[in-house]
């Protein structure tokens, strides 16, 4: 059986990241290492860990772009879906994201915002789609 068990975000701060979303997102710490280099979010089915940028060069020879590389965000995000998207992006914005996208409604009925978060990685604060 193959699973989708985590995504990593290569981050200057494991422990900084960590707690926006520890805070912002209600997410609980799994673990984090005593170097702090590397963390792990309990976010349901799929963890949501962090790297530091130097644990993650010493795995990934041929290097990569960071986050921070540019001002605006990678071409992907991640999504926390909730039903009081207004409460979250305040929340998110007073831990320290940054408003990328104002609320909208999408034509099937969604609400969605986006936020940079600290580390300038997108993400987009929705509710379900019906």
């Known amino acids: 059986m193959i699973k989708f068990k985590y995504v990593i975000l290569y981050v200057e701060d494991v422990e900084q990241s960590m707690n926006f979303y520890k805070k912002t997102f209600d997410s609980e710490i799994k673990f984090i290492t005593p170097e702090k280099d590397y963390g792990e979010l309990l976010t349901g089915e799929t963890n949501l860990s962090f790297a530091?940028?130097?644990?993650?060069?010493?795995?990934?020879?041929?290097?990569?772009?960071?986050?921070?590389?540019?001002?605006?965000p990678f071409g992907m995000e991640l999504g926390f879906t909730t039903n009081d998207v207004e409460s979250l992006v305040e929340k998110a914005i007073q831990n320290g994201a940054v408003l990328y996208e104002d609320i909208a409604i999408k034509p099937w009925g969604q609400k969605t915002a986006y936020i940079k978060d600290p580390n300038n990685y997108l993400v987009e604060i929705c509710t379900e789609i019906q």
């Open 52 to 72: 530091s940028v130097s644990l993650a060069n010493s795995n990934i020879k041929k290097g990569f772009i960071t986050a921070k590389t540019e001002d605006q």
